[in-house]
């Protein structure tokens, strides 16, 4: 997953263009027969309008000795997203209106966008704004911003049932590892994982640009999404190493929801549980009224609580194998509870006899029991045909994942069975 | 209000009586159309019997030099409420059985009534009380128990709909000032507040005895009352400028208790939160079982709980224009909030776009959102024709109250309406 | 009680044979009326099949001198429970893979069975078997395991209603005092109180082995007990002097959950509150899934969590008449409470008049009110004819069984009915 991140990083990507174009073919190398669309330019998604689309060549700032010292090909982060044209000599007071930078965080380079109002600047680090000199500077952005498409993928694994599970990130972000390429290293992460099994669900993997993919994707899919998605999750920032985090769906009642406090609580037991009110990726649109996706986001670190995010420092050093490795497993455990997630129900009134099926030591009057024999006794005392197997995990207070050998067993011993 | 608190003070108020029609007298002047009801002595008001009309004209305790030493006339507190007429020579011996003294607070006069049981007696400073002499007293007791009847006032003040918010309070205690006159003063203050607005809901003010006034009234009024009333608030105690208080209903679970509890725990967030069990004003019989009106209480300081409650030491100065303010000011928020809670539903599917209306900056990316576009996004993202204005204050941990602006300008773009 | 605990403790019983006999037809001397059943060897009842029937009338293990060092007459717990014959001479060695000791309690001798494997063995203290030399044993177990039944008992005592309170409890532990004996004993001490009471409810007193009995018993009466059962007790470890717990049914939430635990809370308010995962007696068959009969449990200490547990140590002074006096009295209090409580209604709309009843003190406007005047207004305001009588306690936060007498004098004052 590192690598294809270090891939895609050096892609200038927006909401449109050819960037996106550019990182879907790449991601379809490794994920079949990903499938691309494209929405023109003045189409109405629910309530936008697919805007012009940007394509960049070069932009750069010189100074009177003809050197660059703002340069789009060092940084793509230099170019304010979706600037229109520019191109003449400005002196220092006429170009500061359109320089961006943090003066908290001298050293980064902020990013910068502006989609839907047309402008044109440069973003640069607190510390080479300071030497800026009062002259005549040459500026000079070669964009296009013409009509065109905004570009997204999907791709949809098929498993025994209709039923779907909705794995969903975004590709709008320019040269930023952790906020935007950790996403997609993991979908693919998730979908080689998932396309080696048998899966009970069917998987569909989105790839848009932020807030406006979304929202065309869903202004073209939402019935057959309402109908069919039983969960969902938005990857976002899984590419640190730091801490683990759960952003909840609007109503935080979904199973989606309860799949993933259940295995953030027993595989991580320390993370950060945030509320709705601190969404900020496409969650915002699966989750809002009158669309209602089951879907959850569990980041690393989460946006905007990071001090990188939005910045140059968002760069390869923050991403990491093993952080990736973190968010995978975290995301593997939840799928593979989905899949497995049913409500059982035991076949015999009163206890079954386990001695005779070598279930149970056959030597009687112990003062405790061994762990297994336990969890077997547990199981066959709460499988009541309407618990189901998270559930089972939360009152037994262990993880339900691990449940599953047990079931096995006692299935095989015709002693449980899936409730109709 | 304080004036009007001032005014009313000297009347000897009981449950029946000229105090009682004198009060309401004066109050008609600050409420125009305020309607006085007489309900006949002996007449049964569900398990009650209104008993004979009280009216005093004088009361004392002389000295044998002619010297009154306890005077109707300086504190009608002076005289047990509903005593019989009396006159004639007692030994101290004699008279000690009609004395009423309060040991522990010996420099106030008690408060004592016998409304339901012939009795004469005169209620005196324990002080007072230890400087009596063992020689013979002349006792008079100018009063009346005789047929009448038992008055009571209300009005109403009509809104869009004939939904009504009930507000009640009592006019029967003699010379108190907190636990009496502030509440006929608070419903002054409300309607001057309300009769100046257009209003949704219809008003219903209530000045009654208490206890069996609002037993009286109820029996006259419960079924319509019971067809109509959305909320109700009993005010008592609201005229002290020390802490804040709340009782529920009986439920504790209408939208009364909704409201009453959002407005305090924003505007005053430090209160006296009791339960039911704390009950004693008229929200007594207001949510008895099977009148069950949705009714609470904001008391300043709850009726009992503050040490001059029924004596002398209730007086003007345990009142302030500040302490009736405070009240009114919670009050206002509560009606506020009722006349403005409604279920609002987002047009859109997906966030809308801000940007276009100009409810958002144009400028991309930035790190965090300013306090308005917070809450704008906020009532976007869970108005979803399912959740109150109320409800929506709990989840944003905000005042709903502070909403509405925003709701009205969402609502111009046509980004929200009512739920149907 | 106590006595019959000592009457009872040289008994050698088990799950099957002449001990349960024995046993139960004591218990007949004091309940008038004792029904015995058999049930034959290979019956199956639900998943399980009867065994064998175990008798025994001798075991010991002699020296070479002739001396019995381990005697099963004096001391039924030395004999593996359920062991088949065996009669011969063994080196130690030979005799090790049959000796059960408890290193880590040297003085005890553990309490070991072998219900459903053929085996045969001896127990002794790990002290004892220290000391065994290095040389032949005589060893000889004269039991018998052969075709024969498995033996219960019941009684039914009929109330007022055909609905019935279920009170359980095991006869299968050889000399063990609180970890069996306590058990029957408090259903004998439970049986004495309620026949001599006229009842409303029916109580069914059961006498089985534990597990195996109580599933048997399930099987033919399983019906018939889930149309009446209102609510049941398992008497188990209730005989000796420290703490008291609770155990509650799987749902936690049944009528004799909320009964236990009003009087646990009211009555004995300090004691250990245990989840349906820690059961460990015939609560594990009559909640299971399908069975699932409202039965709770109320230990002095719980079976598994005091050291004497499943040992010689658990014997005549392990328990006293204390113990068994302080368990009679909670499961009494429960079983009032349980025929006691029904849904009460009043019967006035607002606040009934108390003074013409004398129920309150005529002299009005008391700061305070006694005790008595305070569950008198509060029953009356909160029997809205859905809250029941635990609810009511729980709402006023007393013991409900105190209300009983304020609850007839309102009901004789007709204030307050039982709700239709």
């Known amino acids: 997953m590192y690598g294809l991140i270090e891939r895609l990083f050096p892609i200038c990507r927006s909401i449109t263009g050819n960037g996106v174009r550019q990182t879907l073919a790449i991601l379809g190398e490794y994920m079949d027969g990903l499938n691309m669309y494209e929405v023109p330019t003045g189409e109405n998604c629910f309530d936008w309008t697919i805007p012009n689309e940007w394509n960049i060549s070069d932009a750069f700032i010189e100074d009177n000795s003809g050197q660059r010292i703002v340069d789009f090909k060092r940084n793509n982060l230099h170019v304010l997203n979706y600037s229109v044209p520019v191109e003449g000599a400005f002196t220092l007071d006429e170009l500061k209106p359109h320089l961006y930078t943090l003066p908290n965080q001298p050293d980064a380079i902020p990013y910068k966008t502006s989609y839907y109002k047309e402008r044109w600047g440069f973003c640069m680090s607190h510390n080479q704004f300071q030497t800026l000199k ?45 906020n935007e390429l950790s996403g997609p290293a993991l979908a693919v992460g998730l979908y080689n994982f998932l396309a080696k099994r048998k899966n009970r669900y069917t998987y569909r993997f989105i ?3 932020e807030t406006i993919g979304a929202i065309a994707y869903l202004s073209k899919n939402l019935e057959e999404m309402k109908k069919k998605t039983i969960a969902g999750f938005q990857l976002t920032c899984v590419g640190d190493n730091r801490g683990y985090s759960y952003i909840p769906s609007r109503t935080g009642k979904t199973i989606a929801d309860k799949i993933a406090k259940h295995i953030l609580d027993n595989r991580v037991q320390k993370y950060n549980r ?24 569990m980041p690393r670190t989460k946006y905007g609580s990071f001090p990188e995010y939005h910045t140059s420092l968002d760069n390869l050093d923050l991403v990491s194998a093993e952080g990736l490795q973190g968010a995978l497993d975290v995301h593997k455990d939840c799928i593979c509870l989905l899949e497995e997630n049913k409500t059982y129900q035991v076949t015999t009134l009163g206890e079954p006899q386990l001695g005779k099926r070598n279930l149970r030591d056959s030597l009687g009057a112990s003062t405790t029991l061994p762990d297994k024999d336990k969890i077997i006794t547990n199981l ?14 939360e009152i037994l207070g262990k993880c339900a994942l691990d449940f599953i050998p047990y079931i096995l067993e006692l299935q095989s011993h015709n002693l449980l069975r899936v409730a109709p």
Request: proline content about 6%; hydrophobic content about 30%; aromatic content about 10%.
């Open 274 to 297: 945030y509320t709705f009110l601190d969404r900020g990726s496409d969650e915002r649109q699966y989750c809002a009224p009158g669309v209602d996706l089951p879907v959850v986001s």
């Open 207 to 209: 790839f848009v640009p």
């Open 380 to 393: 066959l005392a709460y499988c009541d045909g309407k618990t189901d197997l998270i559930e089972l995990g």
């Open 134 to 178: 009062n002259k005549k500077y040459r500026v000079k952005i070669d964009s296009k911003l013409t009509p065109g498409s905004l570009t997204y993928a999907d791709k949809l694994l098929h498993g025994d049932e209709e039923t779907e599970v909705l794995i969903s990130t975004y590709v709008c972000h320019p040269s930023m590892a952790n």
